[in-house]
Protein backbone atom coordinates (compact mmCIF):
# COMPACT_ATOMS: atom_id res chain seq x y z
CA UNK A 1 0.00 0.00 0.00
CA UNK A 2 1.40 3.58 -1.02
CA UNK A 3 2.28 5.66 1.71
CA UNK A 4 0.35 8.61 0.32
CA UNK A 5 -2.90 7.97 -1.71
CA UNK A 6 -4.50 10.60 -4.07
CA UNK A 7 -7.77 10.56 -5.53
CA UNK A 8 -8.90 10.76 -8.29
CA UNK A 9 -6.29 10.22 -10.51
CA UNK A 10 -7.79 11.47 -13.65
CA UNK A 11 -10.82 14.63 -13.13
CA UNK A 12 -12.31 16.31 -15.94
CA UNK A 13 -14.65 18.88 -15.55
CA UNK A 14 -15.95 22.04 -17.23
CA UNK A 15 -15.13 25.74 -16.85
CA UNK A 16 -16.78 26.72 -13.39
CA UNK A 17 -17.13 23.75 -11.74
CA UNK A 18 -16.01 23.18 -8.29
CA UNK A 19 -13.40 20.80 -7.98
CA UNK A 20 -12.01 18.47 -5.13
CA UNK A 21 -8.45 16.50 -4.90
CA UNK A 22 -8.25 14.12 -2.14
CA UNK A 23 -5.15 13.05 -0.29
CA UNK A 24 -4.68 10.46 2.09
CA UNK A 25 -1.80 9.24 4.11
CA UNK A 26 -0.63 6.48 6.47
CA UNK A 27 2.43 7.93 7.66
CA UNK A 28 3.39 10.72 10.66
CA UNK A 29 3.79 14.04 9.21
CA UNK A 30 5.49 17.75 10.12
CA UNK A 31 3.75 18.75 7.19
CA UNK A 32 1.71 18.33 3.81
CA UNK A 33 2.57 19.96 0.55
CA UNK A 34 0.24 20.57 -2.35
CA UNK A 35 2.38 20.90 -5.45
CA UNK A 36 1.23 21.74 -9.09
CA UNK A 37 2.83 20.52 -12.35
CA UNK A 38 2.31 22.11 -15.37
CA UNK A 39 2.51 20.57 -18.69
CA UNK A 40 5.67 22.07 -19.62
CA UNK A 41 7.18 20.32 -16.61
CA UNK A 42 8.11 22.77 -13.95
CA UNK A 43 7.05 22.12 -10.53
CA UNK A 44 4.88 25.09 -7.97
CA UNK A 45 4.51 24.50 -4.44
CA UNK A 46 0.92 25.86 -3.73
CA UNK A 47 0.28 25.00 -0.43
CA UNK A 48 2.52 23.69 2.81
CA UNK A 49 -0.24 22.87 5.92
CA UNK A 50 0.40 21.37 8.97
CA UNK A 51 -3.53 22.31 10.46
CA UNK A 52 -6.59 23.73 9.76
CA UNK A 53 -6.91 25.41 6.39
CA UNK A 54 -5.37 27.75 3.82
CA UNK A 55 -6.69 29.91 1.14
CA UNK A 56 -4.57 31.71 -1.82
CA UNK A 57 -7.27 32.92 -4.26
CA UNK A 58 -9.05 30.38 -5.80
CA UNK A 59 -7.63 28.09 -4.28
CA UNK A 60 -8.13 26.19 -0.74
CA UNK A 61 -6.55 23.85 1.43
CA UNK A 62 -7.34 21.52 4.32
CA UNK A 63 -6.28 18.84 6.60
CA UNK A 64 -7.43 16.46 8.83
CA UNK A 65 -4.43 15.22 10.99
CA UNK A 66 -6.26 12.77 13.00
CA UNK A 67 -7.85 11.20 9.67
CA UNK A 68 -4.67 11.58 8.11
CA UNK A 69 -6.50 13.28 5.42
CA UNK A 70 -6.23 16.61 3.05
CA UNK A 71 -8.28 18.17 0.67
CA UNK A 72 -7.28 20.56 -2.59
CA UNK A 73 -10.10 22.40 -3.92
CA UNK A 74 -10.52 24.87 -6.70
CA UNK A 75 -13.47 27.07 -6.72
CA UNK A 76 -14.30 28.58 -9.94
CA UNK A 77 -12.37 26.53 -12.08
CA UNK A 78 -10.54 27.75 -15.24
CA UNK A 79 -8.65 25.65 -18.00
CA UNK A 80 -5.67 26.97 -16.70
CA UNK A 81 -6.30 25.30 -13.76
CA UNK A 82 -5.25 22.31 -16.07
CA UNK A 83 -2.26 20.27 -14.25
CA UNK A 84 -1.19 17.52 -12.08
CA UNK A 85 -1.48 18.16 -8.85
CA UNK A 86 0.46 16.51 -6.44
CA UNK A 87 0.20 15.82 -3.05
CA UNK A 88 3.30 15.47 -0.69
CA UNK A 89 3.80 14.61 3.06
CA UNK A 90 6.84 15.10 5.53
CA UNK A 91 9.27 17.42 5.79
CA UNK A 92 11.42 18.60 2.54
CA UNK A 93 14.00 16.30 3.54
CA UNK A 94 11.74 13.45 3.36
CA UNK A 95 8.67 14.42 1.35
CA UNK A 96 6.87 11.20 0.33
CA UNK A 97 4.74 11.95 -3.25
CA UNK A 98 1.44 10.58 -4.32
CA UNK A 99 1.30 9.91 -7.72
CA UNK A 100 -0.66 13.01 -8.66
CA UNK A 101 -4.39 13.98 -10.10
CA UNK A 102 -4.48 14.78 -13.79
CA UNK A 103 -6.97 17.68 -13.92
CA UNK A 104 -8.58 18.70 -17.10
CA UNK A 105 -10.87 21.78 -17.08
CA UNK A 106 -12.54 22.19 -20.44
CA UNK A 107 -13.58 25.43 -21.59
CA UNK B 1 14.75 37.15 -6.97
CA UNK B 2 14.49 34.63 -10.09
CA UNK B 3 13.79 31.49 -8.30
CA UNK B 4 15.41 28.32 -8.33
CA UNK B 5 17.41 27.70 -11.69
CA UNK B 6 18.18 24.57 -13.01
CA UNK B 7 20.31 23.93 -16.39
CA UNK B 8 20.36 22.48 -18.68
CA UNK B 9 16.60 22.29 -19.64
CA UNK B 10 16.86 19.38 -21.46
CA UNK B 11 19.64 17.31 -22.05
CA UNK B 12 20.31 14.24 -24.48
CA UNK B 13 23.71 12.36 -24.17
CA UNK B 14 24.60 8.80 -25.51
CA UNK B 15 24.55 5.73 -23.03
CA UNK B 16 28.43 5.88 -21.09
CA UNK B 17 28.66 9.72 -21.31
CA UNK B 18 29.20 11.92 -18.46
CA UNK B 19 25.96 13.99 -17.54
CA UNK B 20 26.44 17.12 -15.24
CA UNK B 21 22.97 19.06 -13.90
CA UNK B 22 23.29 22.12 -12.57
CA UNK B 23 21.47 24.15 -9.68
CA UNK B 24 21.52 27.82 -8.31
CA UNK B 25 19.04 27.64 -5.43
CA UNK B 26 17.37 30.74 -4.50
CA UNK B 27 19.40 33.14 -2.38
CA UNK B 28 19.03 32.75 1.13
CA UNK B 29 18.28 29.10 1.38
CA UNK B 30 20.05 26.84 2.84
CA UNK B 31 18.43 23.43 2.09
CA UNK B 32 18.85 22.10 -1.03
CA UNK B 33 17.34 18.90 -2.36
CA UNK B 34 17.66 16.94 -5.36
CA UNK B 35 14.68 14.65 -6.78
CA UNK B 36 14.28 13.00 -10.31
CA UNK B 37 11.06 11.94 -11.81
CA UNK B 38 9.84 9.15 -13.71
CA UNK B 39 6.54 7.80 -14.98
CA UNK B 40 7.09 4.54 -13.08
CA UNK B 41 8.11 5.54 -9.84
CA UNK B 42 6.98 9.66 -9.53
CA UNK B 43 8.91 11.74 -8.01
CA UNK B 44 11.64 10.53 -5.67
CA UNK B 45 14.38 12.71 -3.11
CA UNK B 46 17.95 11.87 -4.47
CA UNK B 47 20.10 13.65 -1.99
CA UNK B 48 19.54 16.86 0.45
CA UNK B 49 21.83 19.10 1.57
CA UNK B 50 21.70 21.79 4.37
CA UNK B 51 24.25 24.57 5.02
CA UNK B 52 26.32 23.65 1.76
CA UNK B 53 27.14 19.40 3.32
CA UNK B 54 25.21 16.25 2.52
CA UNK B 55 22.74 15.20 4.72
CA UNK B 56 21.28 12.46 3.64
CA UNK B 57 21.98 10.50 0.06
CA UNK B 58 20.32 7.57 0.49
CA UNK B 59 18.13 8.46 -2.38
CA UNK B 60 20.71 8.21 -4.58
CA UNK B 61 20.08 4.88 -6.79
CA UNK B 62 23.97 3.98 -7.42
CA UNK B 63 27.74 4.98 -7.17
CA UNK B 64 27.14 6.34 -11.34
CA UNK B 65 25.26 9.49 -9.31
CA UNK B 66 27.39 11.84 -7.62
CA UNK B 67 25.91 15.28 -6.31
CA UNK B 68 28.18 18.28 -4.67
CA UNK B 69 27.45 21.97 -3.45
CA UNK B 70 30.93 23.55 -3.61
CA UNK B 71 28.91 26.83 -2.13
CA UNK B 72 25.25 28.20 -1.26
CA UNK B 73 24.32 29.71 -4.38
CA UNK B 74 25.77 26.70 -6.51
CA UNK B 75 24.95 22.30 -6.70
CA UNK B 76 25.88 19.71 -9.49
CA UNK B 77 24.41 16.15 -10.03
CA UNK B 78 26.73 14.47 -12.02
CA UNK B 79 25.93 10.74 -13.70
CA UNK B 80 29.01 8.76 -14.87
CA UNK B 81 28.56 6.64 -16.33
CA UNK B 82 25.07 7.74 -18.00
CA UNK B 83 22.19 4.84 -18.94
CA UNK B 84 18.90 4.78 -20.86
CA UNK B 85 17.47 4.09 -17.27
CA UNK B 86 18.83 7.49 -16.16
CA UNK B 87 16.13 9.24 -18.74
CA UNK B 88 14.32 11.33 -16.35
CA UNK B 89 13.40 14.84 -15.27
CA UNK B 90 15.66 15.90 -12.17
CA UNK B 91 14.29 18.48 -9.87
CA UNK B 92 16.13 20.86 -8.07
CA UNK B 93 15.08 22.13 -4.85
CA UNK B 94 15.70 24.67 -2.04
CA UNK B 95 14.04 25.98 0.85
CA UNK B 96 14.87 28.29 3.31
CA UNK B 97 14.76 26.12 5.98
CA UNK B 98 13.11 23.67 7.98
CA UNK B 99 9.44 22.30 7.77
CA UNK B 100 9.11 25.19 5.31
CA UNK B 101 7.97 25.28 2.08
CA UNK B 102 10.11 23.96 -1.07
CA UNK B 103 10.70 25.99 -4.44
CA UNK B 104 11.22 24.22 -7.08
CA UNK B 105 13.36 24.60 -10.08
CA UNK B 106 12.14 24.14 -14.13
CA UNK B 107 13.59 20.67 -13.92
CA UNK B 108 16.15 19.23 -16.53
CA UNK B 109 14.85 16.67 -19.20
CA UNK B 110 17.42 13.82 -19.53
CA UNK B 111 17.25 11.29 -22.11
CA UNK B 112 19.87 8.87 -22.25
CA UNK B 113 20.08 6.93 -26.05
Known amino acids: KNEVEQSPQNLTAQEGEFITINCSYSVGISALHWLQQHPGGGIVSLFM???GKKKHGRLIATINIQEKHSSLHITASHPRDSAVYIC?????????FGSGTQLTVLP | DAGVIQSPRHEVTEMGQEVTLRCKPISGHNSLFWYRQTMMRGLELLIY????????DSGMPEDRFSAKMPNASFSTLKIQPSEPRDSAVYFC???????????FGQGTRLTVV
Open chain 1, 49 to 51: LSS
Open chain 2, 93 to 103: ASTPGRNTEAF
Open chain 1, 88 to 96: AVGSARQLT
Open chain 2, 49 to 56: FNNNVPID
